[in-house]
């Protein structure tokens, strides 16, 4: 796994400079898409605008991009943050 910066597109609106850890990444073939799974460090206000199962794209710094849907989202005690789990949209 390993750390990267990007934002979350929600419809019209995104989640800026988000930390992620990342623990699955691949270039989909033929496509400038990437399969995309890992966590997200949200605070709890950001956690408000998102709906588990329900995808979203995510936009990392270094240009690549993919549809995620958000599985899971449960605090992390130990940074008192929130932790969104995300995986690759279906059908990926």
Known sequence: MHEAE???LIGGDRIKRLHIDLKAEQKQ??????TLAGHLHL??????L?????????????????????SRIAADEDRKE???????????
């Open 29 to 34: 073939d033929g496509s400038a898409e990437w």
């Open 6 to 8: 990007g934002d979350l």
């Open 43 to 48: 605070t709890a206000e950001q956690s408000q």
């Open 50 to 70: 998102l709906e588990t199962d329900r995808p979203y794209r995510l936009q990392l710094a270094d240009g690549r991009c993919g549809q995620v849907i958000v």
């Open 82 to 92: 929130l932790l969104a789990d995300f995986l690759p949209k279906r059908g990926q």
